[in-house]
C-alpha cells in the first residue's frame, strides 16, 4: 500500500554567503522574488501538493522564518481598521494551519543529509517530502504535485530531474539512468557532484524529493561524501534495489535562487507572469537590453 504523503521537510540552515551582505542579519529564505520570500514559494507549492506538517530545519539567526508563517495580529488589527483589504489578502496565504510548522535545529553545518537526518523525530516511519527553498520552479503544475502523482502512480522514492549541461555535474546530484519513458525515469544509480568525466549521464536531481523514512537509517551512519558532507544523494542511493527510486523530468523552468544570476532572472520571470506588472516590466525592460 502507498502511504498518503502528508509530511515536508524544509532544510533553511544554511548561511547564505553568496548573498552576503544581504543575509548579513536575515535569512536568504527570507530574499523576496517580487513580493513573496522564497520558504513562501516553498510552502505554498508543497499545501497545493497535500503537505499538511512542516518541518523546518533552521541554525542561528533564522528566527524570522517561523514568524513569516504566524499570525501578525497587531498588523493584522492595523490593516483592518484602515480598511487595507488588499493587504490583508496578501499576507492570508503566509498563514499556516496552527501547529503545522515545527522547527529543529542544525547545530554544526555538516551537509544536506545531517540536515534532513535532524528531522529524524519528525519524520518518524512516514514518507515526507524535501523541498529546496532555492530552487524555484515556474511550471503550470507545481512541480512537487508532479513528483505526488508519479509517487502515487510507483509508490517509493521519487526525485524531479532535467539534464544539465556535460561541465556542470559537479554541481548536482547525477543519476544512473536505467528504463525511461521520456517522464519517469528508473534511477539505478545517484552521485553526488561527479566531475564530467565521472558523471554516469548529464542527468541532474532538482530540489524536490518524495523520500521513504528509511533514507535516515542510511543518513544516521555520518558518512562523508563530496566536500566532506554527509550527503543527502549518498543516502539515497542506497535505498536503490531495496525500494522503487524514481526520477521525474518534471514540467517548468527551474531557477537557481542560490546563485546572484539564478535570482535575478527569477525576479525577471516572476514579474513576467503577474498581471498587475508584465506590462510595466516589458516596457521598462526594454530601456536595458
Ligand atoms: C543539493 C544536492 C544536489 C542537488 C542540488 C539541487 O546540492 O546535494 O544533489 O542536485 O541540491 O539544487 P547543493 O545545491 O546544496 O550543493
Redesign the pocket.
Given at each position: 500500500m502507498i502511504k498518503k504523503l502528508r509530511k515536508a521537510v524544509l532544510p533553511v540552515a544554511g548561511l547564505g554567503t553568496r548573498f552576503l551582505p544581504a543575509t548579513k542579519a536575515i535569512a536568504k529564505e527570507m530574499l523576496p522574488v517580487v513580493d513573496k520570500p522564497l520558504i513562501q514559494y516553498a510552502v505554498e507549492e508543497a499545501r497545493a501538493a497535500g503537505i499538511e506538517l512542516f518541518c523546518m530545519v533552521t541554525g542561528r539567526g533564522k528566527t524570522a522564518l517561523v514568524e513569516h508563517f504566524d499570525v501578525a495580529y497587531e498588523l493584522e488589527h492595523t490593516l483592518r481598521e484602515r480598511n487595507r483589504t488588499e493587504a490583508l489578502a496578501a499576507l492570508a496565504a503566509s498563514h499556516t494551519e496552527p501547529g503545522s510548522i515545527t522547527t529543529v535545529r542544525q547545530q554544526v553545518p555538516l551537509g544536506?543529509g545531517h540536515a534532513i537526518w535532524c528531522a529524524r523525530a519528525f519524520i518518524g516511519d512516514d514518507p515526507f517530502a524535501i523541498l529546496?527553498p532555492?530552487?524555484l520552479i515556474l511550471s503550470n503544475k507545481p512541480c512537487l504535485t508532479q513528483l505526488a502523482e508519479a509517487y502515487g502512480e510507483t509508490g517509493g522514492n521519487i526525485v524531479a530531474v532535467t539534464e544539465v549541461p556535460r561541465e556542470q555535474t559537479n554541481?548536482?546530484?547525477i543519476l544512473k539512468v536505467g528504463r525511461d519513458d521520456g517522464r519517469l525515469v528508473e534511477v539505478k544509480g545517484l552521485v553526488?557532484?561527479p566531475a564530467p568525466e565521472d558523471a554516469p549521464s548529464n542527468l541532474?536531481?532538482?530540489?524536490r524529493y518524495i523520500l521513504m523514512a528509511e533514507v535516515i537509517e542510511y543518513l544516521a551512519l555520518m558518512q562523508r561524501g563530496a566536500g566532506g558532507e554527509v550527503?543527502?544523494?549518498d543516502g539515497m542511493a542506497k535505498l536503490i534495489g531495496k525500494q522503487p527510486f524514481h526520477g521525474v523530468r518534471y514540467e517548468g523552468r527551474r531557477f537557481?535562487c542560490?546563485d546572484k544570476l539564478g535570482f535575478l532572472e527569477a525576479q525577471v520571470a516572476f514579474a513576467l507572469q503577474r498581471p498587475d506588472l508584465a506590462d510595466a516590466m516589458r516596457g521598462f525592460l526594454k530601456n536595458y537590453v
Open positions: 544536506l529546496l532555492d530552487d554541481r548536482y546530484g553526488e557532484k541532474s536531481i532538482i530540489g550527503q543527502l544523494t537557481d542560490g
